[in-house]
């Protein structure tokens, strides 16, 4: 069965300075996979998405990832975080098995301070 | 384009008490799923309808939660009776089904329920 991990619960950046969120996942065949985007009180957004070819991704808000086979690693990154970008993230991955499916990792928590 | 509807947004009920959490997905959206989120976890799917049939219920505890599809359109998730471990959000997500059975479709998550069991 597919699995995510998400290894870390709470990441703090400052704002303007980088952020990579972690996002490794289990699954024998080539995987799809997302970046979701959770606000407060708010239900999940799709930042990018990853089916095949090119292994960088762009996604809204100026978020990119980056699809490593040899290391099952798909990473969030944005070069300068705004306070806005305080959000929990979620990384998920897709499976088709005569239906598609979404398996969520359990999130890492962003914040940034001033 | 109107994203997913739920309602109510939020509900403090007591424990052994009954709940029902109501969806209205995007319009044309064949499939339509209940997720799970309890706090500090990712969503777990409870169930995944494709028009008016069930797809996956595997992870839905059958003796206490149903839900139904009526015509392909609207949902309802029950809950009867409900425990204290039923406390969560409860999303209601829905997709349009056209990467076909070979892709995985974009979810599209409405704003969720969030269920206080006392």
């Known amino acids: 069965a597919q699995s995510v991990t998400q290894p870390d619960i709470h990441i703090t950046v400052s704002e303007g300075a980088s952020l990579e969120l972690r996002c490794n996942y289990s699954?024998?065949?080539?995987?799809?996979l997302f970046w979701y985007v959770q606000s407060p009180g708010q239900g999940l957004q799709l930042l990018l998405k990853y089916f095949s070819g090119d292994t960088l991704v762009q996604g809204i808000k100026g978020f990119e990832a980056e699809f490593k086979r040899s290391q099952s690693s798909f990473n969030l990154r944005k070069p300068s975080v705004h306070w806005s970008d305080a959000a929990e993230y979620f990384c998920?991955?897709?499976?088709?098995?005569?239906?598609?499916?979404?398996?969520f990792g359990k999130g890492t928590m962003l914040l940034v301070s001033p | 384009e109107a994203g997913v509807a739920q309602s109510p947004r939020y509900k403090i009920i007591e424990k052994r008490q009954s709940v029902a959490f109501w969806c209205n997905p995007i319009s044309g959206h064949a499939t339509l799923y209940w997720y799970q989120q309890i706090l500090g976890q990712g969503p777990k799917l409870l169930i995944q309808f494709q028009n008016n049939g069930v797809v996956d219920d595997s992870q839905l505890p059958k003796d206490r939660f149903s839900a139904e599809r009526l015509k392909g359109v609207d949902s309802t998730l029950k809950i009867q009776p409900a425990k204290l471990e039923d406390s969560a959000v409860y999303l209601c997500?829905?997709?349009?089904?056209?990467?076909?059975?070979?892709?995985?479709?974009?979810?599209?998550f409405g704003p969720g329920t969030r269920l206080t069991v006392l």
């Open positions: 699954y024998g065949a080539t995987p799809y």
């Open positions: 998920a991955v897709g499976v088709v098995s005569g239906y598609s499916t979404l398996t």
């Open positions: 997500a829905s997709s349009n089904g056209t990467s076909g059975r070979g892709g995985v479709d974009e979810q599209f």
